[in-house]
T-cell receptor, first 115, second 110 residues
Framework: DTAVSQTPKYLVTQMGNDKSIKCEQN?????MYWYKQDSKKFLKIMFS???????INETVPNRFSPKSPDKAHLNLHINSLELGDSAVYFC??????????????FGEGSRLTVL | DQQVKQNSPSLSVQEGRISILNCDYT??????FLWYKKYPAEGPTFLIS?????DKNEDGRFTVFLNKSAKHLSLHIVPSQPGDSAVYFC?????????FGPGTRLSVLP
């Protein structure tokens, strides 16, 4: 069973289109994240949700809108795609409290290519 | 300016020898530092962490050392195995935020 799953794994689209990437975790974690790995391979946080509420929102264009229908899902919708949006997007989740030792659990990544 | 730095983009080590990956940070207010390993076309996977109140944590072949006065931590892998070849990220955790370094590509040569 995949703990953090993202779909689609690969996405190729034209500039100006709107696209979504979905993420689901079956670990029972309270917090979910979206990270972007750019062409220089830096992993940068975009958003974080805790129990469906936005808690971290880094400097990301308004064209990016996360949506968390429940604590097991965090989807990323991107409007008016630009060439610079091409990257690998990673979803992640983490538990809070208890035996928490700081782990983030990542999905396999969604490679977005904007032409 | 990067909050978490990994100044060596790559490292090559012979199988059986020790691999030492380094990480420097600027923010002293953290809860944990973590190391992640990433294979191509896969998500990063958690390897080992260290609490801000410790200076060493060991798990099998992996040991992480934290030097708070130097704002430096290192990951030791011994003995290194070809399967350890991957990109290693160090990450700083405070609260619900995780800040990653740029990664070091480790190649373990048979």
């Amino acid at each position: 069973d995949t703990a953090v799953s993202q779909t689609p794994k690969y996405l190729v689209t034209q500039m100006g289109n709107d696209k979504s990437i979905k993420c689901e975790q079956n670990l029972g974690h309270d917090t979910m994240y979206w990270y972007k790995q750019d062409s220089k391979k830096f992993l940068k946080i975009m958003f974080s949700y805790n129990n469906k509420e936005l808690i971290i929102n880094e400097t990301v264009p308004n064209r990016f809108s996360p949506k968390s229908p429940d604590k097991a899902h965090l989807n990323l919708h991107i409007n008016s795609l630009e060439l610079g949006d091409s990257a690998v997007y990673f979803c992640a989740s983490s538990p809070q409290g208890g035996s928490y030792t700081g782990e983030l659990f990542f999905g396999e990544g969604s490679r977005l290519t904007v032409l | 300016d990067q909050q978490v730095k990994q100044n060596s983009p790559s490292l090559s080590v012979q199988e059986g020898r020790i691999s030492i990956l380094n990480c420097d940070y600027t923010n002293s207010m953290f809860d944990y530092f973590l190391w992640y390993k990433k294979y191509p076309a896969e998500g990063p996977t958690f390897l080992i962490s260290i609490s801000s109140i410790k200076d060493k944590n060991e798990d099998g072949r992996f040991t992480v050392f934290l030097n708070k006065s130097a704002k430096h931590l290192s990951l030791h892998i011994v003995p290194s195995q070809p399967g350890d070849s991957a990109v290693y990220f160090c990450a700083e955790n405070y609260g619900q935020n995780f800040v990653f370094g740029p990664g070091t590509r480790l190649s373990v040569l048979p």
